[in-house]
């Protein structure tokens, strides 16, 4: 019987540390925090300057994990260039491991390094990482630059 109460004592702080983690990173729902962000991709302009945004289709259903997303493609009415734009709102778990390097490598795009760019904004600095990708078909060449952070929320 004694054997039984250290055995017993450990599975009690394992699952009560499971518990109190599972809280702590909303594994088992989406924080007010989460579900705000996802509301504000309403917000997201849609026409800039000389610069108007049309939808991009995305897949809205694959990723039942996130709590909002939003893809757009900018042109620039006057030049006829293009930005897209991929914003997901989600557990940090579900979003941070698709990142844009797995995604492109896996879509067949050769990959050139990436850096780390700081852009100056009023207040603060953000702080975004780059690459390029390439990827060559039998009749054309596709060439992107890709930007992305994270954003948790807090200043």
Known sequence: ?????????????????????????DRWGVTEAVAAAAASLDRVPRSIGDWQAESLDGDQTGAPELAGQLY????NRKTRDSV???????????????????????????????????????KSTAH????????????????????WCWFDGSS
């Open 84 to 122: 897209s734009i991929a914003l997901v709102c989600g557990r940090p778990g579900p979003v941070c491991i698709h990142t844009p390097d797995v995604c492109y490598a896996g879509s067949g795009h050769t990959l050139g390094k990436i850096t780390l760019q700081e852009v100056k904004l009023d």
């Open 128 to 147: 975004l990482f780059t690459m390029e990708a390439k990827k060559e078909q039998a009749a054309e060449q596709t060439r992107v630059r890709i930007f």
């Open 72 to 75: 757009l493609r900018y042109v």
């Open 1 to 25: 019987m004694l054997r039984i109460l250290p055995v017993a004592t450990a599975a009690a702080i394992v699952i009560a540390a499971g518990i109190v983690h599972g809280f702590w990173t």
